[in-house]
DNA sequence: GATGAATGAGGTTTCATTCAT
DNA sequence: GATGAATGAAACCTCATTCAT
């Protein structure tokens, strides 16, 4: 887990200001990614000196870090609100389709800032930062499967685990395909339709049936 | 479509050498991204001059692009391999996770530089790379599920191209979780195991039955 | 016209500064031309670091066209004092033949840099700086010389415009003469005599003849 | 004077090849001046080895100072053929001036080459330059007015040798307001009409009134 | 004579980080 | 707490020149 990477004198600091400098830096981030990203540019756009921002972050990867931790949130508390429901799970996938396809636009940044996260070169920070990211979310899939499988909701030969993991796989594709530059032509390609023209009704649909087959199909 | 990016000395150099310096591109570009990738360092390990780098390509971004050019024409052969055979969907698919699972090691240099090109934030750039790499790719699965749809060897309300689009999502998630070291610990806490000692055998029963109930449960 | 070609930070500098910086920049590119002057051995020689230096300047030739700016004011100064005058025209041109013998060592650097700049081979920036030095040179001419005409002064068949062009040609190839290598020895040929052992009483007299029958000799 | 600069092998060559390298040497030259040409596009251009090119030339300097040679000797022979006909001087001047409005585009880049070594910064360099391109010109006007002294063409209070230098000084400008990117351009600002489009007619009469008067009038 | 592959020093520019005020 | 001037290492890229063939 991801201890906090941010001074005590941020903690400090007024909400506004706090809420204003990882807005900026999230924008900053994902737009440019960590090394072209600018700390100096952060931290003028957040309206605040230099010098103040390393008084609240020791490095610019700190800076970095807590404005993952708090994409991340975002993100995971719009996945909470769904997973917690009663719902079946191909319902839940649904919902978790339709807020994809929706917010897309709205939560574009943080998405991209996930994206640039999952090509990080560094063993250690990687490791840190999924268990940070990935643990939640996982282990609301995974329980979720678990819950099925024992209401025998979803064919008995599957392993919850790898079906979460590929579930998964399937929706953070489809995230970065929304959002990211490269994902996004490759959606494209493969459609032929630009993903801003594409009907979502139709991606909904055909992702439920892909997903739906995978987990009920037994032969 | 991208063109080439050496210049014509490059072409002239031996093959030895040309082998040299992509192999040890591929490996830096891979393991430090483009940005830290250093090109003294890249000229020093391939054992030519800076001086003569600058002769074989214009720029750092021609050369990263040509080591991505290599590394996708070696893997584009393997499935090239595989996909042009007369077998079934689902065979075809099982022989495409079985390679992932035998060649990441082998090619992880080169997966983890597809990995840093899904990523890339230059739009202009993007594009073009997404046709290049995953043109030819798509192009493979979509003719082959038009075919068994044809056949009716699949569900016939799927549409080809989003499902070929969500098969490629799989498959290539699998091999960035062979790779990367941000997806290899996030199929870790998903599935509890570690990728390098996960029983390989598993995964491929698990993802076919995965893909084989997406593509063939109708209700 | 050039706008101003420095950053903000370079205005907030202390007067000490800026003009120490200009004083080292212009000796480096009257004595080293553009291409052969080295920021950083002016940012040395200012007492600054080369990270100051381009927060002041964005590149190179920002710091070189400040450098004219600065420099070509200081001459300009001493032109408008003189012309402003209600002397008659040879009176003026005596004055500013004498100015030119008088400042061309403590301004030598000044000059050498205007030398710099009109092998300028850059068409745009040439027009702009040409617009920056010559229009304010070539109003004070052109207005003096209309004057005499309309007071009958000088023949009535001359070009005002033309004749101002002359004339600062005249002058300008003197400056250079006082300062620039290859002008100095070209003059030497000329005369026989270096010019810095010239009496300058003779070159005054000589132009002044010369200009006088120019302007006043009508058949 | 400047002793030969080219090797032995130069001399060996075929005419059209030193032709040949001399031309696109002079043309490098006088468009990008010295530092910004490259001696290796020159060799390119020129239809030889780089290799070759340093069997011929010793440096870069030397091929340039062998390509002023050779556009000098060029511009003088034309001066020549005017100087050491028999009419009187001010006959001459206006075939001088005539000859430059006529040929200024022919020949622009060599002008543009004599005025790239009008700032030379090297004073070794710029001491050889001027007695090898100044010294013949010179010792022309100077005998051309000493004898029109003699003959009590002109005033007799002139010094033969200022008054050459003065009329040269408007020749020199003159050809560079026809050909130098600053001085079209300051020409454009003081006569109001672009070089390209003004009646030659109208600066050769004008000037020949500036120069006749200059050497006529006498209080 | 002729080639052109190869070298590598050196210059411009960027930006994370420090610290005096 | 807050500022922002100041630093300087390090990276990309150019091109005159060499030399083995």
Known sequence: MIEK????????ASD??????????IEE???????NANINVIAKKSG??????YKYFATKEDLFLTCIQRGCSILDSALEE?????????????QVIRTICYHS????????????????KNPTLAKALAEEIEFPTSRKYI???????????????????LFAFFLDNLLMSLQFSYTC?????????YTGINVDEMDDEQVVTQLLKFIEGAFTYEK
Do not use: C, W
């Open 5 to 12: 990477r941010y001074k005590e004198a941020f903690e400090r």
């Open 16 to 25: 506004e200001r706090k809420e204003k400098i990882l807005e900026v830096g």
């Open 29 to 35: 981030f994902s737009n440019n990614g960590f090394e």
């Open 48 to 53: 605040i000196s230099i010098g103040l921002m």
């Open 82 to 94: 769904i997973m917690k429901s009663d719902e079946k799970i191909l319902k839940k996938a649904e």
């Open 105 to 120: 636009k709205k939560n574009a940044n943080y998405i991209r800032l996930y994206n640039e996260i999952t090509s990080e």
């Open 143 to 161: 329980t979720s499967i678990a819950q099925a499988f024992a209401k025998n909701d979803v064919r008995q030969d599957l392993d919850p685990r």
């Open 181 to 189: 530059d490269y994902h996004r032509d490759r959606f494209e390609i």
